[in-house]
């Protein structure tokens, strides 16, 4: 962390070498295949964040500069031990408010599928059961019992995320990396929906039916998935007060996703 904030801006980029056969990450790489998940969006992400935060960028976070960063993490393994990643792990890239960046990597389960983003290609109905097989396991989504407030560290990724943290607490949820199969739904002070503790979110809604997920202008994170498949027409941006905290129906299915495990499916689990 910087000696001179007491945070950094945060991206995690997931990197597999079954990311290499897919085509539209390599087209996300400037038309060269990457083990990388949407690593140009990271850098996009970071570089948007640190003007935001007024904040120093440094001359190597490009594309480039970075990915010889990843390249350099993900061989010589977790800081601090001699261990060696295998084909995935999960990249951590720091930058502090001088314009240092700092890039380490830990080991991940392989991705289950080789496109990660394949469950976004299904629209359920409320009366399904279970969605298809996407890989895995779908999430029981809780909704928060109090507002976050929206703020710079909800709109840009930071090493400061005790709000997140908070509303995972309030389910007994334990924090990241540990796995689990709960998450916790977020609002803001205006009971906007915005987004999960650690993922974006999208919901069925609208007439034809199709994906929906938060405005940025509720002050959700603009995660590189989101982006993604907001480019792809996959899913489409809520309208102004579109997507509330009473709209939130129990059991709907909804889809979640980050820039570690792709698309996930998840359904809402309201409070008895």
């Known amino acids: 962390m910087s000696p001179t904030a007491d945070y950094d801006l945060l991206s995690t980029v997931r990197r597999d070498a079954q990311l290499l056969g897919v085509s539209w990450n390599t087209d ?10 949407l690593l140009a969006y990271h850098c996009d992400r970071l570089v948007e964040a640190a003007t935001i935060h007024k904040w120093s960028i440094p001359a190597n976070l490009t594309l480039s500069g970075l990915e010889d960063l990843c390249n350099y993490a993900s ?23 001088t314009g240092a960046l700092s890039v380490t990597a830990s080991p991940t389960a392989p991705l289950p599928l080789p496109d990660p983003m394949v469950a976004s290609l299904w629209l359920p109905s409320y009366s399904d059961r279970e969605p298809p097989y996407f890989g895995l396991q779908p999430l029981v989504v809780h909704v928060d019992t109090v ?8 709109r ?3 090493t400061r995320r005790d709000h997140y943290m908070a509303a995972r607490a309030r389910f007994n949820i334990p924090p990241p990396p540990t796995t689990s199969l709960l998450e916790v739904l977020l609002y803001n002070e205006d ?16 007439s034809p039916p199709c994906w929906v997920t938060p405005s940025a202008s509720t002050g959700c994170l603009p995660g590189v998935v989101r982006r993604w498949l907001l ?15 009473s709209d ?9 996703f980050n820039g570690v495990e792709g698309c996930r499916m998840g359904r809402i689990r309201l409070a008895q």
């Open 147 to 154: 507002p976050t407030p929206s703020d710079v560290f909800t």
């Open 231 to 245: 480019e792809q027409g996959r899913v489409r941006e809520a309208g102004e007060g579109e997507m509330k905290r």
């Open 28 to 37: 996300a790489h400037a038309g060269t295949p990457s083990p990388y998940l």
């Open 156 to 158: 840009t990724k930071t």
């Open 191 to 206: 009971e906007d929906v915005t987004e999960t503790s650690i993922r974006n979110i999208a919901f069925v809604r609208g």
């Open 75 to 97: 061989r010589t393994g977790v800081q601090g031990s001699q261990a060696r990643m295998g084909d995935s792990c999960r990249i951590r890239i720091l930058l502090s408010r």
């Open 248 to 256: 939130i129906l129990d059991g709907e299915y909804v889809l979640t």
